[in-house]
């Protein structure tokens, strides 16, 4: 794993770097360290990176032009911040985790625990993904996508409107940022429970689920009995 920590306060940022290196261990691959936003807006740009850990405040200028130029890239973001406040704004902008200042090994572990795990943990405030198109990046509100669809190292989001957006993340990494109404129903899919009208069993041990705009998508064997039960138990009674 390339890991970027991007913090102005040197003794925090030493610590940030030990707690990383402690907790990845041969997983690390390397470890770079920025203090100011310019010097890692141009490693970002130059620098193939996995995970980014992101102060908000560097040195009186915001971290959040850091998300607002590079969130559609395939790379994860954990925010370690003393600024609260600023918690929802960055979940919205579909941060994995935002730790709180101040924070020990502990905290940090778990976040990359759910990292490493696959676990959905994304707080309900996403309210789009960023798109990149001919260098421009713009949001996609999630409430427009009918569902998602992996495509290789990228996700096709397929939007109600007919339309397709390619999202730089992986449809694995993607899931880790959507609310829990979604759910990786087949291994090249997501959807949202607020898109399903209902479950099609076809002979042979074939699922399929039929969405708000009448298309279907396949349902995973493998996902058929806990899809079954989370969703259609209630929307069949």
């Known amino acids: ?53 992101l102060d908000l405040n560097l040195n009186n200028k915001s971290g959040f032009e850091v998300l607002n130029r590079f969130l559609s890239e395939s790379f994860q973001t954990i925010i370690i911040s003393a600024y609260e406040h600023n918690a929802i704004t960055a979940f919205e902008y579909g941060v994995i985790d935002f730790i709180p200042k101040p924070f020990n090994k502990e905290r940090l572990e778990k976040a990359f625990y759910r990292l490493f795990k696959r676990e959905n943990f994304a707080e309900p405030t996403l309210k789009y993904l960023m798109i990149k198109k001919r260098g421009v990046v713009n949001p996609v509100q999630l409430n427009d996508i009918l569902f998602l669809k992996g495509a290789g190292v990228y996700t096709e989001l397929h939007l109600k409107n007919g339309h397709r957006e390619l999202h730089s993340k992986s449809l694995e990494n993607i899931s880790l940022i959507l609310p829990e109404t979604y759910e990786r129903i087949h291994k090249s899919y997501i959807v949202s429970k607020n898109n399903v009208l209902k479950l099609v069993i076809h002979p042979g041990g074939k699922y399929e689920i039929l969405l708000t705009d009448n298309s279907r998508v396949p349902l995973g064997r493998s996902k058929y009995n806990y899809i079954k039960q989370k969703w259609f138990s209630e929307l069949n009674k």
Do not use: Q
């Open 1 to 53: 794993m390339n890991v970027l920590i991007v913090e102005d306060e040197e003794i925090i940022s030493k610590r940030i770097e030990r707690f990383v290196r402690e907790i990845l261990g041969s997983k690390l691959i390397s470890l770079t360290v920025k203090n100011n936003l310019e010097e890692a807006i141009y490693f970002i740009e130059s620098t193939k990176i996995n995970l980014l850990l």
